[in-house]
């Protein structure tokens, strides 16, 4: 054939011809195509009319069973919920009768709603259902027994025994045990109702008291002929059925008004019918078809569409599963006869065969007419062409034609082919000279790409409308985004609160056309947030006009790192320096507290009323002195006395300390490691410690029972910067401090340990507690650190370098305070301290003269230098300081012994003039062995 057509054209056929037979071919072609393809967009257009009709009717009657199996499933969560939280009372089935009468009022599409307990017995409320009359049912003692059925009047009255089933057990029942096996919502498989006018299914939930244990079994039963109602109301074209089919093949409902069991005969019972076994031959065929398709109905998993026919009419079907209908696993089928949609396109076509013959018959003349007036003018033109394609330049065309247009036709193709010539040479020229440029463009590009490559820094160039040009190596390994990545599309890089500026500034930089340097943040790919210096400048073109932007961000995390640490470092010095001073005042005014409650004890007989007061006094005198020494800590303004000593005995000492002060709702529990290591450590603080965490931990608790845990046991920390505790490599106790409380707010979980930061109400805090921590910890080496639980609480986890040395066990001195008849000397600026002071020395048997100025006592010194054998003076006076003091008298009496008493706990001797060192408050016991271990040696 192919050879045919060749020898054809090969042999010199009239130029008309040759235009008349391929367009004349090409318009029968395309009529008879558009006729061809407007026959199958019309089937195309059935099908999807009908696929859309399909899925809107499935679309429906899956929400309508989502919406009518959604009610069960509701009324059995809220009815575990009463039981559960006691608003129903398990184990009384009166009560519990008629709260379930009351809900089957409510909801008409169920017919039963039911309670079996962990004992056997059953409660159970419902309606049949074709009278629509109400009925209860019990077992004896709600245990397991004789089951009873009641008709009840509208009142919940008995009426009448209906039956009586003896030896019942709802634990026996497969609603019962599916639920208590699969833990949660469950579904029981449909079933036929005892009396044989419906089917219906149960929606089973297993209930559990607050301790997870369990307490029964709640089920609902609905009516299965509510569906095939909802379905008979569906309009699916003119023909159209509609059925539900569970995975073994049996009816659930059909659009046909057909009840999905047998009829039985008299002395049997009814079943379940199959979807082939329908009555209704357009249900019983497509559940065929089906079948051949399907051998398992398991299988189906997504919607399958496909057709089949009925004495030679197609049938268009769609099975859709049912995905989201409370764990069920029914399959929805539609059914439409491509009838109700075919006869209009059927008369459409014909009409459309008829204009395609005239078209044809039409464009054939037509064609005839135009290939006789224009095939010989084109002929010559042809030549032309093929003279020029030859290189023949100087061979023009002749004018002979009598037609305008091709006249002028002819003289423009003349007049064309000799400026190609020209063009053709100057061509030759520029592209010589455009090569030349573009391999010194291509070197320029490849000079600039390694300059950027080699720029530490991220680099970013953008175009015109924002996107990403370029992105240099760096770029991708700060933010971790590639180029290709982010191919016409704006880096999401800027956060939330820096778009507002960034806009701003890009703004700007646009306006003025100067560059742009500015401190702000960006995030990289996995949303980290970074520090950047942002540097920026307009790329210009050679006309001078914006093309893009190219931007410089400079990481400067370490940077602002390094300021914050400064910045916190200055605070803590103030802090520290404001904590000293008020410490001082403080110890001052409990010395003189403490001081004459001690004297007071002395002189009041243990039967006295009054002893107990001052015992309280003294009580809370020590404890104010404890929160000075938390400042003092804090403020590092106090000597740290290490000794090798356990953590663990300090941690059971403490929590009976705790039982006392903590609520009694709270449970206290420790665990202590039997091999735990020896730390170097003041027990006292370690006790601060531990009571500062506990108490903390209790104001975080804020239900009827919580639970604060302290553990004790040995680490070991083998890589050197630890992530967690940013500990050194070696052995740590590691001390953890736990509760169930409300946690900490991830956003301010950075700043607890900051000196005054609280977010307690007043009276509950002064946000010292954590920092006091913090200092106490810091002084002893070691590392602390918070995280929240992954259920409700917060972990407090403190590190104590371990120490190979073995522990000291302290004994308590209860000796009584010794005494002397020395003579002394007491410079102190408090008048009440030094008449305290003056009182006590007495009672202990010493000669005593005070003084409130320090210029006083050494013009006396002056007079005197032997009468006195030991002064006694204060650290902090306004005349001078005691060191001062100590050095003067040195000048006077290099012999006298001198003791100074300070407030800040802090013993700096710098000078030899001072023989020793007492912190206030000093107790009476402290100050008697002070004064004889200086006066004996």
């Keep these: 054939m192919l050879n045919s057509v060749k020898n054809i054209f090969a042999r010199a056929v009239p130029l008309t011809i040759a235009i008349i037979i391929p367009f004349t071919f090409l318009t029968v072609l395309i009529v008879g195509l558009v006729g061809y393809l407007s026959f199958i967009n019309s089937k195309n257009a059935v099908n999807d009319v009908a696929h859309a009709l399909r899925n809107e009717i499935a679309t429906r009657i899956e929400n309508h069973l989502e919406t009518f199996l959604n009610a069960p499933r509701k009324i059995n969560t809220l009815n575990s919920n009463v039981l559960k939280n006691g608003l129903l009372n398990v184990n009384d089935p009166a009560g519990i009768e008629y709260y379930f009468r009351g809900q089957l009022l409510v909801y008409d599409s169920v017919s039963s709603i039911y309670f079996g307990n962990t004992y056997g017995g059953l409660v159970n409320c419902g309606r049949e259902g074709i009278t629509d009359s109400q009925y209860v049912i019990l077992t004896d003692d709600f245990r397991k027994g004789t089951l009873k059925k009641y008709a009840i009047d509208a009142d919940g009255n008995r009426t009448s025994l209906i039956v009586a089933i003896p030896e019942f057990d709802a634990r026996t029942r497969d609603w019962y045990k599916g639920a208590v096996r699969e833990g949660t919502n469950t579904w029981s498989k449909p079933y036929i109702l005892f009396t044989g006018q419906d089917m219906a299914i149960a929606a089973s939930r297993p209930v559990y008291n607050k301790e997870h244990q369990l307490l029964g079994v709640v089920s609902v039963d609905i009516f299965l002929s509510q569906i095939s109602n909802f379905l008979q109301n569906l309009a699916i074209g003119h023909h159209g059925q509609a059925f539900i089919i569970d995975r073994s093949g049996k009816l659930i409902a059909a659009s046909s008004g057909e009840k999905p069991l047998t009829v039985p005969a008299v002395g049997q019972k009814p079943r379940r019918l199959n979807g082939t076994e329908s009555l209704n031959p357009t249900i019983k065929y497509a559940n065929e078809s089906l079948r051949k398709r399907f051998t398992d109905y398991n299988l189906i998993t997504s919607t399958e569409n496909f057709d089949f026919e009925i004495k030679g009419e197609r049938q268009l079907v769609q099975i859709t599963p049912l995905t989201n209908a409370n764990g069920l696993t029914w399959l929805i089928g539609v059914v439409i006869p491509e009838a109700d949609f075919m006869a209009q396109i059927t008369r459409n076509n014909r009409t459309t065969i008829f204009l395609s013959l005239c078209a044809i018959i039409f464009s054939t003349l037509f064609i005839f007419f135009i290939a006789q007036r224009i095939a010989l003018p084109i002929l010559q033109l042809s030549n032309g062409a093929l003279n020029i394609a030859r290189g023949e330049w100087g061979n023009a065309i002749q004018d002979k034609n009598q037609f305008v247009e091709i006249s002028t036709l002819t003289n423009s193709f003349n007049t064309m082919s000799s400026q190609l010539q020209d063009m053709l040479s100057k061509l030759n020229h520029e592209i010589t000279g455009r090569k030349l440029v573009e391999t010194e463009l291509r070197d320029s590009k490849e000079k600039l790409i390694a300059i950027l490559q080699a720029i530490p820094d991220p680099l970013v160039v953008y175009d015109s409308s924002g996107f990403p040009l370029y992105l240099n190596p760096s770029f991708t390994e700060v933010f971790g985004w ?358 006590m020395l007495r009672r202990l048997g010493y000669s005593v003269h005070g003084t409130t100025s320090p210029q006083e006592a050494l013009q006396l010194l002056q007079i005197e230098s032997n009468h006195f054998d030991l002064v006694i003076s204060d650290m902090t006076m306004p005349e001078m300081t005691g060191i001062s003091f100590a050095e003067k008298l040195q000048t006077i009496n290099p012999d006298i012994p001198v003791i100074i008493c300070t407030g800040h706990n802090q013993h700096r001797n710098t000078t030899n003039a001072v023989t020793a060192f007492l912190s206030k408050p000093i107790p009476m016991h402290d100050l008697a062995k002070t004064l004889r271990s200086v006066l004996d040696s």
């Design 482 to 839: 590639t180029l290709e990545e982010l191919e016409k599309t704006r880096i999401p890089f800027v956060p939330e609160e820096e778009k507002n500026i960034t806009e701003s500034k890009i703004k700007e930089i646009f306006k003025t056309g100067q560059p742009l340097q500015m401190e702000t943040a960006r995030l990289t790919r996995q949303g980290e947030t970074i520090p950047v210096h942002l540097s920026a400048a307009i790329v210009r073109n050679f006309s001078e006009k914006h093309t893009g932007l190219v931007v410089i961000l400079t990481d400067i995390s370490e940077r602002k790192q390094m300021e914050e640490e400064l910045r916190h470092a200055h605070k803590m010095e103030s802090i520290g320096t404001l904590t000293g001073g008020i410490a001082h005042d403080f110890n001052n005014i409990l010395s003189i507290i403490l001081g004459n409650c001690e004297l007071a004890l002395e002189s009041v007989s243990h039967n006295n009323p009054a002893r107990r007061h001052f015992e309280e006094i003294n009580h809370a005198s020590q404890r104010a002195s404890g929160i000075v020494k938390q400042l003092l800590s804090f403020s590092r303004k106090t000597n740290q006395h290490h000794i090798p000593i356990k953590i663990g005995p300090v941690v059971c000492e403490t929590l009976k300390l705790l039982r006392a002060t903590i609520p009694t709702t709270i449970e206290l529990r420790k665990k202590i490691c039997e091999n735990e290591k020896t730390v170097l450590a003041d027990p006292v603080q370690i006790n601060q410690i531990i009571m500062n965490l506990c108490i903390n931990s209790s104001h975080e608790i804020d239900h009827e029972r919580g639970v604060i845990e302290i553990s004790v046991d040995t680490v070991t920390c083998a890589d050197k910067g630890n992530e967690s505790n940013h500990s050194l490599p070696g052995n740590y106790v590691r001390l953890t401090v736990s509760d169930n409380g409300q946690g900490i707010d991830p956003k301010i979980i950075d700043r607890v340990f900051d000196p005054y930061f609280t977010t307690k109400e007043i009276g509950k805090g002064s946000g010292m507690g954590l920092a006091v921590v913090h200092g106490i910890v810091k002084n002893h080496g070691g590392t602390v650190s918070v995280r929240n639980r992954s259920d409700n609480g917060v972990i407090f986890t403190i590190l104590f370098p371990a120490t190979n040395q073995p522990h000291e066990i302290t004994a308590i001195n209860n000796k009584t305070p010794r005494t002397g008849n020395e003579k002394i000397l007491v410079v102190d600026d408090e008048e009440l301290i030094v008449s305290m002071t003056t009182q």
